[in-house]
């Protein structure tokens, strides 16, 4: 007789995700599709079984969900893994083609209840790189999760086939959970939060600043009658999307690194600096800018390696005169980033709900037209095994919930940064995202070779 199962409501993280989902037609917009091949002839029953042993190791690789008698989302995790892990053979095939195949992959949604959310496919592709693809379901699995995954399945493998130390044990998810629930069943810690953000809100009115500086402020205006109207409606005539990737390569991409390491700065506040220098270029030098920011939660070390989904989105509203230097703004979004971070686990719905009703937003009004996502890891190899050479892929579910979301990644390769712009396609053309990008990692070197530059100088030589 199969024992009881124990289960959980939702964490915020996760409820932000089944609201997305809800609101969205297209049930595979939680799809995460992604590939990792390395070049090196893959024993693939062994690859096979240290991807069972990733699975038993990580508790949101086996999370499923249900209804409760009440019919609230809960959920549970799966004893073990049992389902085959298929292969697929496209060493063969064109590059391109095998992309698209996978890309294929990405758009079937799961079912969402009692059911596993994710697949695996061990992959063999062109040019002697061979190793696995996977699509996870984002109430389970955020980049860092991703990351982290394939990084235990690599490190299994090589202890298996290379005699290397086996990885140390991941943290459990349950564990992790357990705190996020206890912080929000009206804790002390919750309320400060509450306060923050209310404070936050009540502060002043952001305004919305068009990134492709085709006026919609002005035209939400004119169709309102309220010419001080400071939302604006930003959405696609409908859910379909793709990802356009632009690759930066190794040399510049290590000049970028080398700027915050000198100036003590991250790296998520100097691509902010240049988003929103670039959008001050493109609305006549509005200094009030808000970019919607993901903030990942991962303080703790049993919150870095447990897995699941742990990502809270809180726009990042700066205001940067024309006059400040390039290194100025990047410190006054540093010093808002850390006022965030402190009360970050506050639920980013409560907080949008909060700030429409406070300002009286109608459906569909916003202040933010791009999102960001800076993620500082790639996939580690074993110390002892330096030269293999990875590839890794993010493929399309075809979705999107948001009309721009920029996620910004170190390749595994040659650890270059890659740019990835996931657009609605009834609201962007990749035409204008190559713009943007051009003008973005223009603004973003001239910062960093002159830091002491002002806004206006940057501006008027992008």
Request: proline share 4%; charged share 25%.
């Amino acid at each position: 007789m199969e024992a009881e199962k124990e289960l959980y409501p939702l964490a915020a993280s996760q409820k932000m995700h089944y609201f997305t989902l809800e609101h969205c037609p297209l049930k595979q917009v939680l799809n995460i599709g992604t590939g990792l091949t390395i070049e090196i002839d893959i024993d693939f029953d062994v690859l096979k079984q240290s991807i069972y042993e990733a699975y038993q190791r990580c508790e949101a690789m086996r999370l499923r969900f249900c209804r409760n008698e009440n019919g609230e989302v809960m959920q549970y995790i799966a004893p073990r893994e049992e389902r085959d892990i298929p292969f697929f053979e496209f060493s063969h095939w064109k590059e391109q083609d095998a992309e698209n195949e996978m890309k294929k992959w990405t758009m079937v949604p799961f079912e969402r209840f009692n059911s596993p959310m994710n697949k695996i496919v061990m992959i063999s592709m062109p040019g002697g790189y061979n190793g696995m693809y996977m699509c996870v379901d984002h109430m389970t699995m955020d980049a860092q999760s991703i990351v982290g995954f394939y990084t235990d399945v690599i490190q299994i493998y090589c202890s298996k086939v290379y005699n290397t130390e086996y990885p140390k044990p991941l943290e459990s998810f349950i564990k992790v959970l357990k705190k996020d629930l206890e912080y929000e069943a009206n804790s002390k810690s919750l309320e400060r939060d509450r306060r923050y953000w209310q404070d936050v809100i009540k502060s002043s009115e952001p305004i919305f600043n068009d990134l492709t500086g085709e006026g919609l402020l002005d035209r939400h205006r004119a169709e309102t009658g309220d010419p001080n109207m400071r939302a604006a409606i930003n959405d696609g005539a409908s859910c379909e999307a793709d990802i356009a990737q632009f690759h930066l390569e190794p040399d510049p991409s290590d000049v970028l690194a080398n700027f915050c390491v000198e100036n003590n700065i991250s790296m998520v506040c100097l691509i902010l600096m240049a988003l929103r220098t670039y959008m001050q270029k493109m609305n006549h030098g509005e200094s009030d800018v808000s970019i919607q920011s993901t903030i990942s939660r991962r303080a703790t070390l049993a919150e870095k390696k447990s897995g699941g989904s742990r990502i809270h989105f809180f726009p990042c509203r700066t205001v940067v005169g024309l006059d400040k230097t390039f290194l100025e703004g990047c410190r006054i979004i540093q010093q808002s980033q850390n006022s965030m971070f402190r009360h970050a686990n506050f639920n980013p719905i409560e907080y949008m709900t909060m700030r429409s009703r406070y300002y009286k937003n109608k459906p569909g009004e916003t202040y933010e037209s791009i999102s960001l996502t800076y993620q500082p890891l790639s996939v580690r190899t074993n110390k002892d095994l330096p030269d293999i050479k990875y590839k890794s892929s993010w493929y399309s579910n075809g979705v999107a919930a948001q009309p721009l979301y920029l996620t910004v990644m170190h390749r595994s390769l040659d650890n270059g940064l890659d740019f990835s712009f996931e657009y609605k396609k009834g609201k962007y053309t990749y035409e204008q995202l190559e713009k943007i990008y051009y003008y973005v990692t223009r603004i973003i070197f001239d910062g960093v070779l002159h830091p002491n530059k002002t806004v206006a100088e940057i501006i008027a030589n992008a």
